[in-house]
């Protein structure tokens, strides 16, 4: 019953033109894209929070391997219950 309604549901967006299928990128991610490799064309990409296309910026990288080197990954607690206003301090002794 479940399987069927959601099954309906679907067909309902499809037919009203509101159902969106997802498209395989055929290049790097980065600010332009090419989405289909049958006919490929440059597109600007605002799917993703990479439109700027500076995560594949080398000065950025360099900037985040620093920062690993120096800070390391991830914390212990998230921050709202050990607040700490920016890098962790240095360790003692």
């Known amino acids: 019953m479940f399987y069927d309604r959601l099954r309906q549901e ?3 967006l499809q037919s009203d033109g509101l159902f969106k299928s ?16 049958a006919s ?6 605002l799917c993703s929070n990479n439109y ?5 910026d080398p000065r ?3 900037a985040a ?3 690993l080197d120096s800070h390391g990954l991830g914390l212990a607690s998230v921050r709202f219950y ?11 002794g």
Not at 52 to 56: D, I, R
Not at 82 to 92: Q, V
């Open 82 to 92: 050990l607040w700490h206003p920016g890098p962790s301090p240095e360790p003692r």
């Open 65 to 67: 391997k620093a920062a």
């Open 60 to 62: 950025l990288i360099a």
């Open 10 to 12: 679907l067909t309902q």
């Open 22 to 37: 997802e498209r395989a990128l055929s290049s790097a991610q980065s600010a332009q894209i090419t989405v289909d490799a």
């Open 52 to 56: 700027l296309g500076l995560a594949n």
């Open 40 to 45: 490929p064309r440059a597109m600007v990409n």
